[in-house]
């Protein structure tokens, strides 16, 4: 399978190469050259399947220069250290189907995915006797697990930048307080788009990428889309079984795309009518609800909200989906992101009609988040995230009778205490992997959004053999 930049301006690449060179060379995103489909008996075959197992089928279509032992035995380790046997769990709560997907060692959904890149960049990296600084941007919980993939390993150092004071108590504290040495953090003065934007062009500085040895953990990584997509299939035949129904529709919160693109991969990738719908689900910061119901991608002020990983207006992941929109003319994209970059503006309205036969999509205010955790909570005895809670009022919003709707759970409540306990009058349950964070001493560097500065402090800090 070879990996294409979204650009078109940039060599083809093996799945290991794409893996680590993260963003292509010419500042576009790496695609598989075609989405492999998956008939209906094989996807039915499926069913009985274990996650990790279910992963191999699903991975290994795109993966062809790994063995399939090796593929095997490092996702049974990624997927060893979550604390549920399933991985991932649905609760079923009526008419909504809840795909909790924290059940890893951050308590985020980002382990999914994280815990498999940090086993295989480990892998790939003592195959060929080598060494990599990761470079990454987090609105929250990107980066603590991130740096739980990777944390201890010989042949990484890795550097995350967060912006300062926008992420929650926890999700610093789960961040900054590893102590392990190859472990640092760096809190940005600014929004997550300025921490984005900081990482994206040191990216782009192609000679210090090369002598740095970077690569990306965020998910411009495709192996970060990868791995998400392995969720949407368990899900499609979980739910599907357990409602005895064809079809499953799915409402994402996403700031950065990322999620919802994995879902879209999905649903090119299964029998047609798999997935029926992705509903996009977005807080205040509105900027891809607004391209998906109006066809307007335009920037505007980040707010601070109760989600702080969904705070962005520019989504890391937008130019993947352009590229498939724009039927895959690189020249069109190429154009697109040059403009949207001087402008901070693209108007797809010639688009929309596509656009809403792939998605659908509501903005959710701060008190209606308020209103849905209290809600599920007096009703259900269930405790949402924030983030959660955005899903999930966008799912009311969308759901189409007899159709299973499934909302994906992105975060333990209690990462977010201070949220819930406002909406249900007391803090969630603390579970053990946070437990004690509060005493533990910090490490952290305050910076501006200063590209030398940060660029300087890698150089020094970073894995540098001869």
């Given at each position: 399978m070879q990996y294409l930049s979204t650009r078109g301006q940039s060599e083809a690449h093996s799945f290991t190469e794409a893996v680590m060179t993260g963003l292509a060379e010419d500042g576009g995103l790496l695609l598989p050259r075609a989405i492999p489909r998956v008939d209906r008996a094989t996807f039915e075959s499926w069913q009985t399947l274990s996650y990790a197992e279910l992963a191999f089928e699903v991975m290994s279509r795109f993966i062809d220069n790994i063995p399939a032992s090796d593929l095997k035995s490092l996702l049974k380790k990624s997927y060893d250290s979550f604390d549920h046997e399933e991985v991932v769990h649905h609760v079923h709560l009526k008419n909504l189907h809840v795909l909790e997907l924290f059940h890893g060692p951050t308590l985020a959904f980002k382990d999914v995915a994280l815990q498999f890149l940090g086993n295989l960049f480990e892998y790939l990296l003592a195959k060929n006797d080598d060494y990599l600084n990761i470079i990454g941007a987090t609105s929250g919980d990107t980066g603590s697990a991130a740096i739980h993939g990777v944390k201890g390993r010989e042949r990484i150092n890795i550097f995350i930048l967060h912006p300062h004071k926008r992420v929650s108590d926890v999700q610093e504290k789960q961040m900054t307080t590893v102590a392990d040495t190859n472990v640092f953090n760096i809190a940005v003065n600014g929004t997550f788009d300025n921490v984005q934007a900081v990482v994206k062009t040191i990216f782009s500085d192609l000679e210090f990428k090369t002598s740095h040895k970077l690569g990306a953990i965020n998910s411009i990584n495709w192996a970060r889309i990868l791995a998400q997509v392995v969720y949407y299939v368990y899900s499609c035949l979980h739910v599907a079984d357990h409602e005895k129904h064809s079809a499953v529709a799915f409402s994402v919160p996403t700031g950065n795309f990322g999620d919802i693109f994995a879902g879209y991969i999905a649903k090119k990738m299964l029998p047609e009518g798999s997935i029926s719908k992705l509903v996009l689900a977005t807080n205040a910061n509105d900027i891809l609800a607004r391209f998906v119901n109006e066809g307007d991608y335009s920037l505007g002020e980040v707010v601070a909200t109760s989600s702080p990983s969904m705070d962005i207006q520019a989504a890391s992941n937008f130019e993947?989906?352009?590229?498939?929109?724009?039927?895959?003319?690189?020249?069109?994209?190429?154009?697109?992101?040059?403009?949207?970059?001087?402008?901070?503006?693209?108007?797809?309205?010639?688009?929309?009609?596509?656009?809403?036969?792939?998605?659908?999509?509501?903005?959710?205010?701060?008190?209606?988040?308020?209103?849905?955790?209290?809600?599920?909570?007096?009703?259900?005895?269930?405790?949402?995230?924030?983030?959660?809670?955005?899903?999930?009022?966008?799912?009311?919003?969308?759901?189409?009778?007899?159709?299973?709707?499934?909302?994906?759970?992105?975060?333990?409540?209690?990462?977010?205490?201070?949220?819930?306990?406002?909406?249900?009058?007391?803090?969630?349950?603390?579970?053990?992997?946070?437990a004690g964070l509060e005493g533990r001493t910090s490490r952290c560097e305050v910076m501006e959004s200063n590209i030398e500065d940060i660029m300087a402090y890698i150089d020094t800090h970073g894995i540098n053999k001869p």
């Open positions: 993947r989906y352009l590229y498939y929109l724009m039927d895959c003319e690189t020249d069109l994209v190429r154009e697109a992101m040059l403009k949207f970059r001087v402008d901070g503006k693209l108007y797809l309205q010639d688009y929309l009609a596509r656009i809403k036969r792939d998605f659908v999509a509501s903005a959710v205010s701060e008190e209606e988040v308020q209103e849905t955790i209290s809600k599920y909570h007096k009703e259900h005895h269930y405790i949402l995230d924030p983030h959660t809670a955005v899903g999930v009022k966008a799912a009311e919003q969308h759901c189409d009778q007899g159709v299973p709707m499934v909302c994906l759970a992105t975060a333990h409540p209690a990462k977010f205490g201070a949220a819930v306990e406002q909406a249900i009058g007391r803090l969630p349950d603390l579970p053990p992997a946070l």
